[in-house]
């Protein structure tokens, strides 16, 4: 079955940065889009950043674009999120996803539909 495990969230100040990791399994991980996810309290979840594992640009939302960067070690299944300059706003509980032959719109949009989602990783950051 698949599996998703994020981790590496934590509480930092403004300015700073951390890197979340999403180790996925159970399914081939070639040619599917992982994708990261934020959902803050009272908000919607939208999409951060994704990539498609067999190679391709990265997507960003305008909002972290310069500041956050996603990437992945096919060798471990694994997909990370560098994020960098970290502000308030970027406070949030992060999640990893996966999906399977993901058409080209909704990988490149980021929109929250995806097939497969990790348990979410907490980001606070302090002003």
């Known amino acids: 079955q698949v599996q998703l495990v994020g981790s590496g969230g934590g509480s930092v100040q403004a300015g700073g940065s951390l890197r979340l990791s999403c180790a996925a399994s159970g399914f081939t991980y070639s040619s599917n889009c992982m994708g990261w996810f934020r959902q803050a309290p009272g908000k919607e979840r939208e999409g951060v950043a994704a990539?498609?594992?067999?190679?391709?640009?990265?997507y960003y939302a305008d909002s972290v674009k310069g500041r956050f960067t996603i990437s992945q070690d096919n060798a471990k299944n694994t997909v990370y999120l560098q994020m960098n300059s970290l502000k308030p706003e970027d406070t949030a509980m992060y999640y990893c996803a996966a999906d399977l032959r993901s058409p080209i719109e909704r990988c490149s949009g980021l929109i929250p539909d995806f097939g497969y989602w990790g348990q979410g990783t907490q980001v606070t950051v302090s002003s």
């Open positions: 990539m498609y594992t067999n190679g391709g640009p990265p």
